[in-house]
């Protein structure tokens, strides 16, 4: 080969090495854009489950505390069930403990007392509150008005007597008072008196 042959020769190998260094370059290039590209995606798919997870995990707590709020309202519920059948006991116990005063039904009647006591402390406990409003200002939501007496002693709307107290549990109302009210005389009553 002559010299330029050999020259020639070389620079195609010099060539054909600089290609071969370019393409290994840009192969590695490739590789290089392919791992971030997954990496990208794992990282946003591991984001993506976390943001899950973490949804999931305030799902799975809201809803034990919505089950704790319903378990306590049944609670509730039941235990106002129970009260409300016991109002009229408390009634029939009030009923006879203001019938009888003679002296030889004393020993029956200290015995009611203290059963009757009982009763309404264990109620009191559980959250029992018993309405009775005498001389207090009228309240549609905790009373009912039986009666009502035109009367200018008493402010319009006080309550003169109570016929049957009310109970309330935890602000709810299960049975109102039923009450006789004053009520100021209206001028046409005052017509019709005279």
Known sequence: MSEKEVKIHIKKNVDSAEIGQDSEAKAAEAESAKADAEMAKLTADLEALRQSMLRSQADFANYRKRIEKERFEDSKRATARVIEGLIPVIDGFEHALAAHHEAEYESYRKGFELIYKQLLDNLTRLGVERI?????????????????????????GTILQVFQPGYVLHGRVL????????VHPSPASKEAVN
Do not use: I, N, S
Not at 175 to 182: E, F, L
């Open 175 to 182: 049975r109102p008072a039923m009450v006789r009210v004053a």
């Open 132 to 156: 009775d409003p005498v001389g207090k200002p009228f309240d549609p939501h905790l009373h009912q008005a039986m009666d009502r007496t035109e009367t200018t002693e008493h402010a319009d």
